[in-house]
């Protein structure tokens, strides 16, 4: 097996290879599209020069791993030669063996559902106004976000938020106070709702519902398919989602090593 980068003057590689696929690799396509310069891909060809696997790193220490599982061993062989500083990894179910190998005390781990939804199969209930936020807004974003799932965001903070023309963020406001937000992410081929985060003190309410509804219906009037991530055991959360159209197409194993 051999792990071979892609640059400028083998990318036809890596977009004939995601050709009709933008759902399974959105991260990989935006990324490489809008943040060359923190993006690294990488494929796996194995002897008959096939494609076995396509692997990212973003920003030196966040990973992502696709394809068989020799491929996905090869290339986690590769990040230690290479010392990598590994934060994050994510691979499909076929790496668990793997993953469980390799980075065998975690500081977190669990399962990802990508829930995927196009246009035309949506069922939306908007049923509060929501508001454009800015730049002035980070640190409120990063102190709801912490609320509302202290787990998993108890260390954000307002300079980790990535917010600019691709990457717009709405509130649902109760007076001056955020409620619910939506973070989203889109190019002209495809979107993703990015983060959801509603205050417990707002829930059973509606809001959750509300805002992906309206999060939906702005990013439908840019593109034509759609996805958000949400935690296996986050049954509530699914159950909203399934409510606005979305179905689980696939699912993932995700660990935080540092």
Known sequence: ?????????????????VKDKELEF??????????????????????????????????????????SEAAA?????????????VHQITGTLEH????????PN?????????????????????????????????EPIAALLRKSDPVYFGDQTADR????ENRPFFAIMDGDKMTSISGLWIDESMGIINLIATDPNYRR???ATSIVSSSVSWLFKKTDKILIHVRSENFPAI????????????????????
């Not at 991260?27 to 494929?43: G, N």
């Not at 668990?96 to 980075?103: A, D, K, R, Y």
Request: proline share 1%; glycine share 2%.
């Open 26 to 67: 959105f991260f990989y396509i935006m990324d490489y599209k809008q943040y060359p310069e923190k993006t690294q891909l990488f494929i796996a060809k194995n002897s008959d020069n096939e494609i076995e696997g396509l692997f990212i790193i973003w920003q030196e220490h966040t990973i992502q791993c696709r394809g």
């Open 73 to 85: 061993r090869t290339f986690i062989k590769y990040l230690k030669q290479t010392k990598v500083d």
């Open 161 to 164: 938020i990535m917010m600019d």
């Open 96 to 103: 668990q063996s793997i993953l469980n190998e390799c980075f």
């Open 205 to 207: 309410q509606q809001r």
């Open 106 to 138: 975690p500081k977190m781990k669990f399962n990802l559902f990508r829930m995927t939804l196009r246009k035309g199969q949506e069922k939306l209930d908007e049923k509060y106004k929501i508001v454009d936020l800015n730049e002035t807004h980070k």
């Open 239 to 258: 159950n909203t989602y399934k409510k606005v159209g979305y179905q689980i197409a696939f699912e993932y194993i995700v660990m935080t090593v540092k």
């Open 1 to 17: 097996m051999q792990i071979e980068r892609i640059t400028s003057s083998n990318e036809s590689l890596f977009f004939s290879y």
